[in-house]
């Protein structure tokens, strides 16, 4: 067994857990997206906070991956040689990418029922967008209706008795 591969495969392992470790935050993330779309009172400002820390998360990910793709391609070629010798470390390497396969589809489904939330957010929010513009119309009308009906023409009065 190679001293190398068995360092590489090593930073895999550690590299598979901490994928793991961000997709978690990122399921957590989506669990307070959804609170706050289904809260009526959601602050916009909270919103974006939850939005921004995801896309870190993202990126993150991506990093492990791209990490992840590099080392393996260095190592790749020992471990199909030394299937046997690697036989445990595979396993449970394997395992491990089911966990994230499995967290991944989560997270999918997850996404979709937020975007469902964040679509009737946006709908409710622009339902409410257009009341606000009817009643203003509304108001500026009666105004300049109440403003001329306000303005009467010069009266001559007769004081005299």
Known sequence: MDNTAKTYIHILDQSLDKKISVLNR?????QIQMQQLEDPNL????FDKTVET???????LELLDDGFEQIFAR???EIGEHKE???TEIRQMQEKIRQITAKSMEIQAQEARNK?????KFNSVHKQVKEIRQSQKVVNQYYRNMMKNAYADPQFLDNKK
């Open 43 to 46: 602050d916009p400002d909270d």
């Open 54 to 60: 995801k896309a870190k998360l993202i990126e993150e």
């Open 75 to 77: 190592v790749k070629e």
């Open 116 to 120: 469902n939330l964040m679509e009737k």
């Open 26 to 30: 990122i399921i957590d993330q989506d």
């Open 85 to 87: 010798d690697y036989k």
